[in-house]
């Protein structure tokens, strides 16, 4: 009997990570991507609670602790570059901002599609623009016309997912923006970081940061903002560059710098903070997994987490590959959601939201640093700890074997 075969739209962490526990399961897979390969871009992801669970559970940590970064920690500093406030690395037992194992996204990217390549059927520069649904099978129909009839079809395809809009509805009933905006690009390490995450924050609500790559002399960078949602072309970059100029030119520190190295960064990023609510993941024969379905927002900091445990609850519940009746697919789907459901909702409350990112107000912005400061100290580093920086990425991961 032939094996079933699943199709996952979007290649970034979610899509590849199912993909290796379906293939090692005996499903066929096979992963769609619209970009021409996996996406290289990002900052840093940490590997911590269950996400570094799952990844070692793949037999993959000791690849990425090989990628890790080298890191001192995160400071935030003022115009001039003096610092307010610093939080090593070796904080809170290197469960600080900055954590003792941390990969650049795309490295995490490049490992799982490299475990993966071997049993999955890539297909780059391709993506689901229909799906039509039966008791026993869905057809997906492809950008280039081509049809295939699947057993189950994955979103994995992010925060403006195709798939989602497809089976579910139009993004605005799904999608909630959080009150501001934020862009990723590779720019020249003008700060001399050093090991050293560096944020300035500026009053109106203005947030850049530079962290290290693996080049010493390259800054991943990040300009945010806090506002109402704007109006702007999605598929216009040089739009987008120019609402970070009025932001932030003349902002201080080295936004100058970072605003003509975003001008000329062939990896820029620009993208609303927002997160994903949904009822449901599943319909009929669709799911979603990672920021399709719960997008917390790069805010939260599990976004890799939720797409790694999320890629892992899903091939669980769906077990061995064995013919997925309707009956025992919709169980498996239930199942997965409510094993999700209380984490996802965790890694979502964010009380503060943007505000104590991009403050408003000087004064705001000096309490901040303030905190970040104290919180490491007696009386009340024990408190932080726990109400931040100790198991809060965690849940129980189900044991699938
Ligand atoms: C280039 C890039 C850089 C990022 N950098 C950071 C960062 O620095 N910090 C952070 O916190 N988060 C970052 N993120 C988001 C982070 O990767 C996710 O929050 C998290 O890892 C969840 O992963 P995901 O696989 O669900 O989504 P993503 O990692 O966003 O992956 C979704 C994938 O689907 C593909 N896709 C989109 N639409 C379609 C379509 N219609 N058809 C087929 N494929 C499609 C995308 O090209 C992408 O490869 C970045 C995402 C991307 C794509």
Same mark, same amino acid.
């Given at each position: 009997m032939q094996s079933p075969t699943v199709l996952i739209n979007g290649a970034g962490i979610a899509g590849p990570a199912l993909a290796f526990w379906l293939s090692r399961k005996g499903y066929r897979v096979i992963v769609c991507e619209i970009a021409p390969g996996i996406r290289p871009g990002g900052q840093t992801v940490d590997l911590r609670g269950s996400g570094s669970d799952v990844v070692e559970r793949m037999g993959l940590l000791d690849q990425m602790k090989a990628r890790a970064l080298e890191q001192n920690g995160a400071a935030w500093v003022r115009s001039d570059g003096s610092r307010r406030a610093e939080m090593p690395v070796t904080a809170f037992g290197g469960n600080g901002l900055v954590s003792k194992l941390e990969i650049l996204r795309g490295d995490l990217a490049a490992v799982l599609y490299d475990a993966t390549r071997r049993d999955v059927d890539y297909r780059f520069g391709s993506t689901v623009t229909a799906l039509d649904q039966s008791e026993e099978s869905v057809t997906v129909t492809l950008g280039d016309g081509d049809r295939l009839p699947v057993d189950l079809v994955v979103g994995a395809d992010g925060p403006h997912s195709a798939v989602r809009r497809i089976a579910f509805g139009p993004e605005e009933r799904f999608v909630r923006p959080i009150g501001g905006y934020n862009a990723w690009f590779s720019a020249p390490d003008t700060a001399g970081l050093d090991g050293w995450f560096l944020l300035y924050q500026a009053p109106g609500g203005l947030n850049a940061s530079m962290r290290p790559s693996h080049d010493p002399s390259i800054a991943k960078a990040g300009l945010a903002f @806090?506002?109402? *949602?704007?109006?702007? +072309?999605?598929? +216009?970059?040089d739009a987008q560059r120019q609402i970070l100029v009025e932001r932030f030119a003349g902002a201080g520190w080295h936004c100058d710098a970072l605003l003509a190295a975003a001008a000329e960064a062939d990896d820029f990023y620009f993208d609303a903070f927002a997160q994903v609510h949904m009822p449901t993941w599943a319909s009929g024969r669709v799911a979603l997994v990672g920021d399709a379905g719960y997008c917390a927002s790069p805010l939260s900091g599990m976004g890799t987490s939720l797409a790694l445990v999320g890629a892992y609850v899903l091939a669980g519940e769906l077990g061995p590959a064995d013919p997925l009746s309707s009956d025992r697919l919709a169980a498996a789907l239930a199942r997965y959601d409510e094993v999700m459901r209380p984490f996802v909702d965790r890694c979502q409350d964010l009380p503060s939201g943007i505000d104590r990112y991009a *403050?408003?107000?000087?004064? +705001?912005?000096?309490?901040?640093?303030?905190?970040m400061k104290w919180m490491q100290r007696w009386p009340f580093r024990p408190i932080a700890e726990k109400a931040w920086f @100790?198991?809060?990425?965690?849940?129980?991961? *189900? +044991?699938y074997r």
């Open positions: @806090q506002s109402e *949602p704007l109006t702007y +072309d999605r598929h +216009d970059p *403050p408003m107000r000087e004064s +705001d912005i000096a309490i901040t640093a303030a905190v @100790q198991n809060s990425g965690s849940m129980a991961l *189900p +044991d």
